[in-house]
């Protein structure tokens, strides 16, 4: 099959606003017969059920929390791009697009970043109508502030809660939907089949996870917002639930999968203390705008961070990438830290951590504002610091907190200690223009999809792509298909699709139940994780993607014999569900493994140790690999890749540089 | 530090929704580092490694931010700490050799589901009633159009940050969801995009809670102690202002 992204002709500046006049529409009438499963309520599957359902669909959601509103989305915390250039310092719609794909090191579609930094305004502008509460200035107009690879501020933000405050926004419009009868909601109920008739997407098989039972559902066309894979490292920021099961049945059910190998390790998590560890904790990239990240000069320095001296420190952002400093992107952020914490430069009990130090700014930056704005003259150290660490308490005291909480230490006093962990999948399903898999009638939205990050996303990029898919794309793509199924009448689930796929699931559960081997589900989604972690994670090469594939398959055969699932299927058993979950993630590695593998370069947080500058940065090979990599399932885990080439014709790209 | 410590566990376990829970004994090793649920992670380990059927409880992202996770401990929801979830609890609030007690949250609107876990879904419906503005995708002006002063958009914000945890519920002898609701209408009635549906909005949220079998509210202030976003007593003030106010206005 050829992959088509059906991006829209003409100059890059008029393509959406072409499509949007041109593209098929479904009158109100037929709106009403037209039913829309959306899987997922976090920002892109809540504001995409709540959009829909305003303009007449008839929506049913789903989510395996036991409300939308946890989605993980609510855990986001340092803001959202958008090019509205409130603060004049010379933003556009053209640099956000140009950020994003020089961001993403050149492995991203331009016509989709373009309609992304297009409908960028619209998401701040529909928030706030919502009521959602960002931070202001005084005057009582937005604030902003920067975030890592961008020289303007256009990050808005609500404290270090913004992910929250935008999710309870989509939330309330999605509520009340459903209190006006157009969302039929599905809480605690996992999607677990996709269902195809006659090579369309037709509706899911979805769990009650109260109750254990299986459950059909018909539908025109199937939305996936169920956001992305990151657990497959069992230690990440992510939420303990997150997961790539829809995806992966999706994928099983034809759906090609793009990039699976690109993900994002995010230089600013709190550094892993024991091997009980059951997730990491993010410290906002927010932090970065006032945080500077140093370790000392010399190895196995053991001094207390206090009490080593200015001259002794290395900022070693500052010093190898002056223009961009300790705002460069994630991925060689990350790589950096790595760097001097291999070469035994690491700070803390594991040595495996740098220094993100506040003392300079709260002192200099905002001490001496608040002095003179307090008529103080000459304040002494001490004054400068109390003052500054009022506005830093201000700007991220919920993110201080959290620190102290968990390591028991005030960043107020001394420095936070913290290490790259895995925090985002860039790769996803395959999708096109229109947000459509390779299979018709089957969306994915989100972080679910592979679609506007490239090889590295930019920090507060991934709620706008959320809600502007949810919100502002998905609500007009649709149209072109569902344009077509107008005259379809629901299918009865009696139909033999669903028997299949309901049969499938339920084989699969049976059989989880009935190996009643020795060790338990977290024990293999833990080894699964250090094999991803140390073969296919902030560095990666051939012999070592190699011997993890091989190990993969040796754990997937070693689970399928001796996994222990307690309970039963006909009752709450959150063991059988983890249980599901680990099995996709033990097929899912593989594939990420072999992805790797065949991407002979380094690209944005895919870096292969083999292709590197000679001063460590990521070596791209644009003649053979300026192409999305899609995968086909061809039979049980064997794959076959597509290639989609990209095409630049509006940015010139370039060897990525921020020094 | 010390760096190993032993816990014995008083756990409710109950079956089902139908079924009479009772509670279970049990003893964990553990270090102080550890988070309360990570303890619950070893003891899941052990009574999956013993053949035993693990205790359910709800959680997702561990940093308090999801309101997912619900356990009263020792009597209180979320446990000792104040202004904390019980995925923030870490085993160095404890003591090499304490007895904890571990329950779900306690409430007609809150049936079990199964041992640790509840169902929250009648605070869904309460926002489904009116917490919201009625405003389509589309429909807004340019976000800079509207000021707002710092002030107001600070408190607005801080009645926000409620997490819908349900504490304050199982904190108050009368299962009162007061707090939860208080804190929606007043982000709401604050904030100038909220004015339209100011009067409605309250009726409309105050009848459901109602409705739901949520207790009555006398005052004790047991939900906003326990509340682990520190959302103030204040919002119940309000709360009855701006439902006495719609009353008055015949809503
Ligand atoms: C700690 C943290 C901080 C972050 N901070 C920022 C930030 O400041 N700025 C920024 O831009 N990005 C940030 N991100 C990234 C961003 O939060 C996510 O990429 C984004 O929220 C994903 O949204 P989503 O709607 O695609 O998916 P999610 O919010 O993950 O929602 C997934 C939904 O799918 C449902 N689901 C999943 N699988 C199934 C299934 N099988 N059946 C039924 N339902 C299912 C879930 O119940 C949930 O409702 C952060 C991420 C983390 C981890
Ligand atoms: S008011 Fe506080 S205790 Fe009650 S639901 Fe909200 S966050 Fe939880
Ligand atoms: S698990 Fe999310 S708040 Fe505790």
Redo the contacts between chains.
């Keep these: 099959m050829k992959l088509e992204s059906k991006i829209p002709e003409g100059p890059i500046s008029e393509k959406w606003t072409k499509f949007k006049s041109m593209a098929p529409l479904v009158n109100p009438a037929n709106k009403r017969h037209i039913e829309i499963i959306v899987v997922g309520t976090g920002l892109a599957g809540a504001?995409a059920a709540?959009?829909l359902a305003?303009m007449g669909y008839k929506v049913s959601a789903f989510c395996f929390?036991?409300?939308?509103?946890?989605a993980?989305s609510?855990?986001a915390q340092g803001g959202i791009n958008a090019a509205?250039n409130?603060q004049n310092d010379g933003d556009s719609v053209f640099r956000l697009f140009y950020d994003t794909i020089k961001g993403g090191d050149y492995r991203a579609r331009e016509g989709n970043v373009h309609r992304l930094a297009e409908v960028s305004t619209?998401i701040?502008?529909?928030?706030?109508?919502?009521?959602v509460?960002?931070?202001?200035?005084?005057?009582?107009?937005?604030s902003n502030r920067s975030f890592g690879g961008t020289q303007v501020q256009r990050t808005f933000y609500?404290?270090g809660?913004t992910g929250?405050?935008l999710l309870?926004g989509a939330?309330?419009?999605l509520?009340?939907q459903?209190?006006l009868g157009n969302v039929k909601?599905h809480?605690r109920h996992e999607m677990v089949e996709v269902v195809t008739i006659e090579g369309k997407a037709r509706g899911i098989i979805a769990r009650n996870l109260?109750t254990g039972k299986l459950e059909r559902f018909f539908s025109h066309a199937v939305l996936l917002c169920t956001g992305g894979y990151g657990n497959v490292f069992y230690l990440s920021t992510n939420?303990?639930?997150s997961n790539v099961t829809a995806a992966w049945k999706a994928h099983k059910a034809g759906a090609y999968f793009g990039n699976p190998c690109f993900t994002q390790i995010h230089p600013t998590c709190i550094p892993v203390?024991?091997h009980?560890?059951?997730?990491l904790?993010l410290m906002s990239e927010s932090l970065r705008n006032d945080g500077r990240i140093w370790v000392p000069k010399k190895q196995n320095d053991d001094r207390h961070p206090n009490n080593i001296p200015e001259d002794e420190r290395d900022y070693y952002l500052e010093r190898r990438y002056p223009a961009f400093g300790n705002l460069v992107p994630r991925d060689i952020a990350s790589r950096a830290a790595k760097e001097r914490c291999d070469g035994g430069y690491g700070v803390g009990p594991s040595k495996m951590a740098v220094y993100l130090d506040f003392k300079y700014n709260m002192m200099q930056k905002y001490g001496r504002t608040e002095a003179s704005k307090h008529n103080i003259e000459n304040p002494d150290d001490a004054t400068l610091l109390r003052l500054g660490q009022e506005v830093v308490k201000e700007k991220y005291g919920n993110l201080f907190d959290?620190y102290k909480?968990?390591t028991?230490e005030d960043p107020y006093e001394v420095p936070m200690r913290i290490y790259p962990a895995v925090h985002y999948t860039m790769g996803g399903l395959w999708v096109d223009y229109n947000l459509m898999t390779t299979v018709p009638g089957l969306y994915a939205l989100g972080e679910a999809n592979f679609s506007d990050h490239g090889a590295n996303r930019l920090g507060a990029s991934a709620l706008m792509q959320g809600l502007a898919d949810g919100?502002?794309v998905i609500?007009l793509t649709i149209g072109s298909y569902l344009s077509g199924e107008i005259h379809t009448k629901a299918i009865p689930t009696s139909h033999e699709a669903f028997e299949a796929a309901e049969n499938r699931a339920n084989e699969r559960i049976q059989n989880f139940l009935n190996i009643k081997g020795?060790r338990?589900v977290?024990?293999y989604h833990r080894e699964l994780g250090l094999i991803m972690w140390n073969k296919c994670g902030m560095a990666r090469n051939e012999k070592g993607l190699n011997e993890a594939i091989a190990e993969i398959r040796a754990l997937r055969e070693d689970f399928y014999k001796n996994v222990?699932v307690?309970?039963t299927d006909k009752?709450?058993?959150?063991?059988l569900d983890k249980a599901g979950r680990v099995a996709d993630f033990l097929e899912l590695g593989e594939l990420m493994c072999i992805d790797a593998l065949n991407r002979n370069e380094s690209c944005g947080g895919h870096f292969r140790e083999e292709y590197q500058t000679e001063d460590g940065e990521a070596l791209r090979d644009d003649e053979n690999y300026k192409n999305v990599f899609a995968w086909e399932h061809t039979e049980n885990n064997k794959w076959e890749l597509h290639k989609e080439e990209l095409i630049y014709e509006n940015i010139k790209i370039q060897q990525r540089s921020y020094k | 530090m010390k760096h190993s410590m032993k816990v014995n566990l008083q756990v409710w376990r109950q079956k089902n929704a139908q079924a009479q829970g009772n509670f279970e004994n049990y003893s964990v090793e553990t270090n102080p580092n550890m988070s309360f649920l990570e303890m619950f992670d070893v003891l899941n380990e052990q009574l999956i490694h013993d053949g035993k059927e693990p205790v359910a409880f709800d959680h997702d992202c561990r940093e308090g931010i999801c309101g997912m996770c619900s356990m009263v401990i020792n009597g209180n929801p979320h446990g000792p700490k104040q202004a904390i979830t019980t995925c923030q609890l870490h085993m160095r609030s404890f003591n090499d050799g304490d007895t904890i007690v571990v329950e779900p949250w306690r409430a007609n609107a809150f049936p079990v589901i199964k041992d640790l876990s509840v169902n929250r879904s009648s605070f869904d419906r309460i926002i489904a009633s009116g917490g919201f503005v009625s405003v389509n995708t589309g429909n807004a002006v340019d976000a800079n159009n509207i000021l707002i002063p710092k002030d107001i958009a600070d408190e607005a914000f801080e009645a926000a940050t409620c997490i819908g945890c349900g504490a304050c519920v199982s904190a108050c002898k009368n299962a009162s969801a007061m707090l939860f609701v208080g804190a929606k209408v007043t982000q709401l009635s604050l904030l100038p995009q909220g004015q339209a549906e100011r009067q409605s909005r309250v009726v409309a949220m105050v009848n459901q809670m109602d409705a739901e079998g949520f207790g009555a509210c006398t005052n004790t202030g047991a939900c906003a102690a326990e509340c682990p976003k520190g959302i103030p007593l204040s919002v119940i003030a309000t709360l009855n202002r701006e439902y006495t106010s719609a009353k008055l206005n015949g809503k």
Excluded at chain 1, 124 to 131: E, F, N, R
Excluded at chain 1, 276 to 279: D, G, L, T
Excluded at chain 1, 571 to 575: A, I, L
């Design positions: 504001s709540a959009s305003e929390q036991d409300s939308p509103r946890r993980h609510i855990a509205k409130y619209s701040i502008d529909q928030c706030v109508a919502q009521g509460p960002f931070a202001r200035e005084y005057g009582g107009t937005l609500a404290a809660q929250q405050q309870l939330y309330s419009a509520e009340r459903v209190g909601m809480n109260v939420a303990m639930g203390s024991g009980y560890q059951s997730k904790t959290m909480q968990i028991d919100y502002f609500p020795t338990s977290e024990s222990r307690p309970g009752e709450f058993n959150p063991e």
